[in-house]
T-cell receptor, first 115, second 116 residues
Framework: KNQVEQSPQSLIILEGKNCTLQCNYTVSPFSNLRWYKQDTGRGPVSLTIMTFSENTKSNGRYTATLDADTKQSSLHITASQLSDSASYICVVSGSSTGTASKLTFGTGTRLQVTL | DSGVTQTPKHLITATGQRVTLRCSPRSGDLSVYWYQQSLDQGLQFLIQYYNGEERAKGNILERFSAQQFPDLHSELNLSSLELGDSALYFC???????????????FGPGTRLTVL
């Protein structure tokens, strides 16, 4: 069964600190992995999309890594800001030619950045 | 702003009722997806349409149905509502129906449905 597991479930950090969110998946075959940021009550917004050949991809203060061999990904947030408070969702696509039903969503990590 | 619009933003109704949620995709996007997100739960894929035709079905209940119209907007119909149907319902759109890396899904702001 295709699964995406994220850890930790929730995280509280001080503004200015760094943090790393984890995503482990068992989706096969693998096409790509996406990280989304979802503010409370809002729709998810894409941060990065990575294929199996990409190890690292950055988007500003967000850096995603992917290890396709161990089926693990991480999202590193540098110098956190209050606006980073949100849920971060890992989504794995199981086919490059398939349809949406091939997407497997993690339940997300809820990040709270405090003063 | 993703370019995907959803109406209404909030909806409060009673058990047993029927409601319709509406979604307009981004300009140029032909594929529309519907998702349900219950409290503290992950996104659950419901159904996908491409250019008016159903392309994929997820965990959609028989009480739920959807369609995509010639102008590409989509409606999600929820009937015989139960308390457990209370959730955020998101619509997303993409250019093509495929899951490839270049076919990103853009999400709307969601409709919050409360069933009392």
């Amino acid at each position: 069964k295709n699964q995406v597991e994220q850890s930790p479930q929730s995280l509280i950090i001080l503004e200015g600190k760094n943090c790393t969110l984890q995503c482990n998946y068992t989706v096969s075959p693998f096409s790509n992995l996406r990280w989304y940021k979802q503010d409370t009550g809002r729709g998810p917004v894409s941060l990065t999309i990575m294929t199996f050949s990409e190890n690292t991809k950055s988007n500003g203060r967000y850096t995603a890594t992917l290890d396709a061999d161990t089926k693990q990904s991480s999202l590193h947030i540098t110098a956190s800001q209050l606006s980073d408070s949100a849920s971060y969702i890992c989504v794995v696509s199981g086919s490059s030619t398939g349809t949406a039903s091939k997407l497997t969503f993690g339940t997300g990590t809820r990040l709270q950045v405090t003063l | 702003d993703s370019g995907v619009t959803q109406t209404p933003k909030h909806l409060i109704t009673a058990t047993g009722q029927r409601v319709t949620l509406r979604c307009s995709p981004r300009s140029g996007d032909l594929s529309v997806y519907w998702y349900q997100q219950s409290l503290d739960q992950g996104l659950q894929f419901l159904i996908q349409y491409y250019n008016g035709e159903e392309r994929a079905k997820g965990n959609i209940l028989e009480r739920f149905s959807a369609q995509q119209f010639p102008d590409l907007h989509s409606e999600l119909n929820l009937s015989s509502l139960e308390l457990g149907d209370s959730a955020l319902y998101f619509c997303a759109s993409s250019v093509t129906p495929r899951g490839g890396v270049y076919n990103e899904q853009f999400f709307g702001p969601g409709t919050r449905l409360t069933v009392l």
